[in-house]
């Protein structure tokens, strides 16, 4: 008697493989662009964290806006993009947020996310955070994928909390 497995025995098994890989890509594809904007939406959060502790750690406003260029705050139809990136920069001396910051003030440049991220701000002014690290004006900003048709919301609180909200507004 020979040792081994027959042909129609590695064919049952080779079958079976296929149509479990089958039926896991799209989940597997699905939980991958989920995690994809997830990861996203962390890095915007993580920013306006980071430029709300700056402004209380410096005893200044700071100002976050979108940028595609890293160099100046969106105009246009990119003003309220955020998926081109964005940028966190010190107010200007006369205390307002401009919409091309001198270079020495920029403290933080974020790149783009990609052209599948939806990721859009409620107006195309620039955020800030006083010096006691208050938005004193609720933002918000659209994110999502169009690949998987998932939609949150970044919700910039008055009082400079910021989270994730599923679905398409900041109530709770």
């Known amino acids: ?6 042909l129609l025995e590695v064919l049952v098994t080779i079958a079976v ?3 479990l890989v089958a039926v896991a890509m799209p989940s597997y594809h699905r939980m991958v662009e989920r995690n994809s904007l997830t990861a996203g939406l962390n890095d915007l959060v993580a920013t306006l964290n980071y430029a709300r502790s700056q402004a209380v750690s410096r005893g200044t406003t700071i ?8 160099t100046a705050c969106g105009s246009g139809r990119a003003a309220g993009d955020w998926r081109s990136g964005w940028i966190v920069y010190r107010q200007d001396s ?8 001198v270079d020495d003030r920029i403290i933080r440049v974020h790149a783009g996310l990609g052209p599948d991220f939806l990721l859009r701000g409620d107006n ?5 955070f006083n010096s006691s690290g208050f938005a004193m004006v609720g933002r918000t900003i659209q994110g999502g994928r169009s690949d998987i048709g998932i939609t949150r919301v ?3 609180a008055a009082t400079g909390r910021v989270r994730i ?3 398409k507004s900041c109530s709770e």
């Not at 100002?63 to 890293?70: E, L």
């Not at 195309?124 to 800030?128: D, I, Q, Y």
Request: proline share 8%; glycine share 14%.
């Open 63 to 70: 100002c976050v806006c979108s940028s595609g260029s890293q």
């Open 165 to 167: 909200a599923d679905g």
């Open 1 to 6: 008697m020979t040792k081994g497995f027959t």
């Open 154 to 156: 970044v919700c910039i």
């Open 17 to 19: 493989a296929a149509i």
């Open 94 to 101: 006369d205390g307002s947020c401009p919409a091309t910051p």
């Open 124 to 128: 195309g002014t620039p955020l800030s």
